[in-house]
């Protein structure tokens, strides 16, 4: 039976019934899953079993692993060890071994953001597979930035164009860094547009969010945070929504160029384990130059 597409909301998601992706996917259902990526954004595949192996298998097929820094701690701690793990995955949890957790972004409620916006070449699609989770809580919301662009007022859109915006992430972090307080350059950062041209649908999708965006170049520090604050009326609004609650077995794949993430809260004390692939991606495209060149 060939994949089929179910939308998960009016704004962006779409789940894919019909395959088992431990296996390689047929050449036709291959072309269904990308089709529906790239019309939908978000999509997913419920009750999977992967192993590490077989999850990066599945990756593969929509493109070259995306590079990621391992993070040492200065007593020489390595996150990310184990049965559930190879060395091209990405561990997301909060359990803890002797103390550490094994896995990066741990605990708690993440703000929005587009994975890896803070460098200049920020992987394109995230894999992130879930093998245990808490009772309640510890959603994964997703927010169309095609719809959040195509709702702004012209206002806002005007304010917007030809514009680029500081970003800025430590990973050990669940908020916006305060900058204030720390170096620039003790952080990942670069300068990205706020607006970029989508690679392949060619459509426009804002590139900002609340736990990476800083300054907006060109603005007053209180101009540029008015601004942001206006935005994320528009990125974060409800309508524009999908919120996943997991069970084990889901595995999401995202676009990172066309939809921001966000994570509930969840109860500390109870367990949750992802296993995360990305696939590299290109410089982001300024909506602006791409108009040039379509003109
Ligand atoms: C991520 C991420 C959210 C979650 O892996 O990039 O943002 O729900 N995860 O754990
Ligand atoms: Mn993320």
Redesign the pocket.
């Known amino acids: 039976m060939p994949a089929t597409v179910h939308p998960l909301s009016p704004a962006i998601g779409a789940e894919i019934r019909g395959l088992d992706i431990s296996r390689p996917l047929t050449a036709q259902d291959l072309a269904v899953v990308r089709q529906a990526w790239l019309d939908h954004c978000v999509l997913l595949f419920r009750g999977q079993s992967l192993d590490p192996d077989q999850q990066r298998a599945f990756v593969l097929q929509f493109g070259p692993l995306g590079g990621r820094k391992k993070r040492i701690e200065p007593d020489g701690y390595k996150r990310e060890t184990g049965p559930d793990y190879n060395s091209d995955a990405?561990l997301?949890s909060n359990i803890r071994e002797g103390g550490k957790p094994i896995g990066v972004?741990p605990d708690g409620e993440?703000w929005f953001?587009h994975?890896m916006s803070y460098s200049p070449t920020p992987n394109r699609a995230?894999f992130?597979y879930s093998i245990e989770v808490p009772s309640h809580g510890?959603?994964?919301m997703f927010s169309s930035m095609y719809a959040a662009y195509d709702n702004l007022p012209a206002r806002l859109k005007a304010r917007v164009e030809g514009r680029t915006v500081l970003q800025a992430f430590d990973e050990l972090q669940d908020r916006r860094i305060d900058l204030t307080a720390r170096a620039l350059d003790s952080v990942p950062h670069c300068f990205q547009p706020m607006v970029l041209k989508h690679p392949e649908t060619h459509k426009r999708a804002i590139y900002v969010s609340r736990l990476m965006s800083h300054h907006v170049e060109g603005l007053s520090p209180r101009e540029s945070e008015d601004l942001l604050e206006e935005l994320f009326a528009y990125t974060e609004d409800p309508a524009i929504r999908y919120t996943h609650v997991?069970k084990p077995g889901d595995l999401l794949m995202w676009d990172n160029l066309c939809s921001t993430?966000?994570?509930t809260d969840f109860p500390k004390e109870e367990r949750?384990l992802?296993r995360?692939y990305t696939i590299a991606g290109e410089p982001v495209i300024p909506a602006w130059d791409a108009q040039t060149a379509a003109e």
Request: glycine share 6%; net charge positive.
């Open positions: 990405m997301v972004l993440m953001h994975d995230s992130l510890g959603d994964t997991w993430h966000a994570r949750r992802m995360r």
